[in-house]
């Protein structure tokens, strides 16, 4: 798997232009969603911070481990993992989202935290769970696990867990 | 001989967080320190992390021999429930904070995964155990969004009724801790008094005094039980005057004042860029309520003020969300009038089990019934971001779904655990005595916090 984006590679915006601020109930699916590669997320956005989105609301890490046919648009590459970003302008009232594959062979990717530090707690929790390292991070640990913890739970590939039943045919933990 | 020999190393690896935890200057690596330090965070905003922090006001060079690492909680009972803070102190004056949380980590969106839709609700309403009726309401709108169905008019005003009351509660039971808190166990005693009014309402209506599951995908459970209106008024009017009695008890009280006034301050652009949102974010003055700003449900046929504060301390927040809870009585008298009569839920029999009447005459209502318990309903492939003002910021919800009858990824994104971050700003530089207004001030839910 090649760990190198092409930075060349370039954003691929989907969704119409972003919608007025008094626009009412338009607010959840009239987000635009960007697509950006992991060689450009960081600029994106910074980008788009200097564009009014003062506000970082979410990170969140997502594995497509078991739903690898997703849509998405044309010019990107499906990876296993992908970020999904969710930035908030104050001032314009709009929200836009930020989508970056990160491949499963080398799940790094540039930490935001430079440009909103609230990203801190969040890229923890996406480390933790889903083992993506952020690059640039002062302090990657784990956040709701224990540090001693082995696997990341929100990964497919990791179990569930069973409490075991007492019936002779049930299967047992795990 | 040593009084205190080494522990067992073995005891320590069953105690110890390891590198989760605040350690001495020495032994933090550099831009650690500099990040914790720097509370008073990279606010030059060209050169943020690269370290033109040690110029600022901060005093980088404290020697570990000047200062004392203690630790506070899990279970500490200032703390709401199992928070866990380290603090470097100098003397009285916090230095460092570091929260260590993960204590009620139950792994709820992993166990969302494995619910299908129309039991998801149930384990949403568990996380901010404060307002669950708000948690149902997001993970609701955002598999509405997904499905693309319009509900009935009474539904979304159902909701709103109910989500304005649960602010309410929520509120007033902060009133109640925060009181507690800052040493006034009669505005305890009141804050709790008041809340249980709403929550035998809600006990009325849902059948459960919290974690209701009553606002599911497709609507609500039940209609409005007969009477609800004479109940709602009630509600307003008494606390509506007991307000009225709370600031005169405490708003004005000197002790009550010298606790609160001044402390735990954080300005605009601090809480801004660390993505405090809810009366953290208003109390500087950025008058930023999703309700206003990106109405969703029919908060733009309503009219409230936004509450803002101006210098974001501790007082400024207590007084936002003291008035927050008349904005939402001022709501809730508007939906008594604007409440329309019909469906409390979609009529679309894919989402909506049948009556239970209808089952005994209709085979196919039966099969409706069984498919929808059984399976859950099958749900268009698609990710969705939804957010709503929950009392303590911006709740959202991220669902990824690939086309089954079960989330493919459910993520809450919770305001409590990014307000969190912000507790470490305003305690630095205060006394660790208003460290615990502070915490309280934050409004942190823990059941939120580690989901």
């Known amino acids: 798997m090649s760990s190198d984006d092409a930075p060349g590679e370039a954003s691929v915006a989907v969704g119409s232009a972003p919608p007025p601020s008094a626009q009412p109930n338009a607010q959840a699916s009239a987000h635009p969603v960007i697509f950006c590669s992991r060689a450009e997320y960081h ?83 996406a480390f933790d769970m889903f083992g993506i390292a952020f690059s640039g991070h002062p302090d990657l640990t784990r956040i709701l696990m224990p540090e001693d913890w082995e696997g990341y739970p929100l990964r497919k590939d990791y179990s569930v867990g069973r409490v075991p039943v007492q019936f002779k045919e049930a299967p047992g933990p795990r | ?71 506070m909680g899990p279970q500490h009972p200032s703390t709401h429930g199992v928070l866990r803070l380290m603090i470097e102190l100098d003397g009285e004056t916090v230095l460092r904070t570091k929260p260590i949380i993960g204590y009620l980590h139950t792994g709820m969106e992993k166990t969302g995964e494995e619910l299908t839709y129309v039991q998801g609700c149930t384990n949403v309403t568990r996380m901010d155990y404060l307002s669950p009726l708000n948690n149902e309401l997001v993970f609701s709108m955002a598999v509405e969004e997904l499905l693309g169905i319009e509900l009935p008019p009474r539904a979304t005003w159902i909701r709103m009724l109910l989500s304005e009351l649960q602010r309410m509660s929520s509120h007033l039971m902060w009133l109640a801790t925060n009181g507690m808190d800052v040493g006034s166990t009669t505005m305890m005693i009141f804050g709790f008094r008041e809340r249980e009014l709403i929550l035998a309402f809600f006990e009325k209506t849902t059948g459960l005094r919290m974690n209701h599951n009553f606002i599911r995908p497709g609507g609500t459970a039940a209609d409005l039980p007969d009477g609800w209106q004479d109940d709602v008024v009630v509600i307003c009017d008494n606390v509506e005057t007991r307000l009225d009695e709370y600031d005169e008890l405490i708003s004005g009280q000197p002790i009550f004042r010298q606790r609160l006034v001044g402390t735990g301050s954080l300005t605009a652009q601090e809480a801004l860029a660390l993505s405090a949102t809810g009366p953290i974010l208003r109390s500087t003055g950025v008058a930023w309520d999703l309700r206003r700003s990106m109405p969703y449900l029919e908060y733009d046929k309503v009219e409230f003020d936004v509450i803002v504060g101006t210098y974001g301390d501790n007082f400024d927040r207590y007084a936002c969300r003291f008035n927050e809870i008349r904005e939402s009585i001022r709501i809730v008298r508007q939906v008594l009038d604007l409440m329309p009569l019909g469906d409390y839920r979609t009529q679309d029999k894919k989402v909506t089990p049948p009556p239970r009447a209808r089952i005994d005459e209709s085979m196919e209502a039966l099969i409706h019934h069984f498919k929808i318990f059984t399976e859950g309903f099958k749900v268009p492939e698609g990710e969705v971001y939804v957010a709503i003002e929950s009392p303590r910021g911006e709740l959202g919800c991220y669902l990824v779904s690939d086309g089954s009858s079960k989330p493919y990824r459910m993520h809450i994104r919770a305001p409590s655990f990014v307000n969190l971050q912000s507790a470490p700003v305003m305690m630095h530089g205060g006394l660790i005595a208003d460290a615990i207004a502070t915490i309280s001030s934050v409004d942190p839910v823990m059941g939120e916090v580690d989901r």
């Open chain 1, 43 to 125: 600029d994106a956005v910074a980008k788009l911070r200097d564009e009014g989105f003062e506000l970082l609301s979410d990170l969140c890490g997502v594995d497509y481990l078991t739903h690898r046919g997703r849509e998405l648009p044309s010019g990107v590459e499906p990876e296993r993992f992908e970020i999904a970003v969710v930035l908030t302008s104050v001032t314009q009232r709009r929200k836009v989202r930020v989508r970056v594959q990160i491949p499963e062979g080398d799940p790094v990717v540039d930490s935001l935290w430079d440009l909103y530090p609230g990203t801190e707690a969040m890229e923890r929790e």
């Open chain 2, 1 to 71: 001989m040593s009084r205190h020999p080494v522990p067992d190393p073995r005891l320590l690896a069953e105690t110890a967080e390891g590198p989760q935890e605040l350690s001495s200057r020495a032994e933090t690596p550099e831009p650690e320190l500099r990040r914790e330090i720097g509370a008073v965070l990279r606010l030059p905003e060209s050169t943020p992390a690269s370290g033109d922090l040690a110029s600022g006001s901060v005093d980088i060079e404290v020697s570990d021999d000047d200062t004392m690492i203690i630790n």
